[in-house]
């Protein structure tokens, strides 16, 4: 089956610190890669939906500069949060989506960020 | 513009009885629609989606989801409940022209044994 891996599962930064966090998709290519935000207590708000072939699209209060994300190929993406703060916590989950099994996006365990 | 509504944040009800998540959407054309579920301290694991076609959709853990155009509503069931299936529950709609997946608030579900 379709496996989505996320790394690291957890971390704790200093507020204006960055953290880096990777999404690998495994058994399938992915060929577009979505990253969400679950801030605590919330849904799951869309950052920004990276395409093979196309530019990589941010959604409103999101930004290039605050969220770069790598897609270099069709089995891995990265995303950075730059100089994290309070605001930024919760569980960043990255999706994929594989056009063999009818176009379903499954997602990673999620890279949690707690920012102190 | 697309959008999910789950107008209930909690639903509560004992093992065995029906349970049926409420979830309405808003766009101008055809949607793709989706449920997907949470456990506790864990990502989203999918349950079923909605395509075109069939107006009930069949998922897995028992799952099912009627498609109501006429009220753009697309509800989760499941009969009977069990208290496993306690977790939180989120509607999500594509856009058939943009590929973005919005979701809902998600819907607490809790079966009480």
């Known amino acids: 089956g379709a496996l989505v891996y996320q790394y690291p599962r957890r971390t704790i930064c200093k507020s204006g610190t960055s953290m880096r966090m990777e999404c690998q998709a495994v058994?399938?290519?992915?060929?577009?890669v979505a990253w969400y935000r679950q801030s605590p207590q919330k849904t799951f708000e869309l950052i920004a939906l990276?395409?093979?072939?196309?530019?990589?699209?941010?959604e409103q209060n999101f930004t290039q500069e605050k969220f770069p994300i790598s897609h270099p190929n069709l089995s891995f993406s990265s995303m950075t949060v730059l100089n994290a703060y309070l605001e930024d916590r919760g569980l960043y989950l990255c999706?994929?989506?594989?056009?063999?099994?009818?176009?379903?996006?499954?997602f990673g365990e999620g890279s949690r960020l707690i920012v102190v | 513009a697309q959008s999910v509504d789950q107008p209930d944040a909690h639903v509560t009800l004992y093992e065995g009885a029906s349970l049926e998540l409420r979830c309405s959407y808003s766009?101008?054309?055809?949607?793709?629609l989706f449920w997907y579920v949470q456990y506790p301290g864990q990502s989203l694991q999918f349950l079923l989606k909605?395509?075109?076609?069939?107006?009930v959709v069949k998922g897995t853990k028992g799952f099912e989801a009627e498609f109501r155009k006429s009220n753009s509503s697309f509800n989760l069931k499941k009969s009977p409940a069990h208290w496993s299936d306690s977790a939180k529950y989120f509607c999500?709609?594509?856009?058939?022209?943009?590929?973005?997946?919005?979701f809902g608030d998600g819907t607490q579900l809790v079966v009480k044994p």
């Open positions: 999706g994929a989506r594989d056009r063999g099994f009818g176009n379903t996006l499954y």
């Open positions: 058994g399938f290519q992915a060929t577009s």
């Open positions: 990276s395409t093979v072939n196309s530019a990589i699209k941010y």
């Open positions: 766009y101008s054309a055809a949607p793709y």
């Open positions: 909605y395509i075109t076609g069939d107006a």
């Open positions: 999500a709609l594509e856009g058939r022209n943009n590929n973005r997946i919005f």
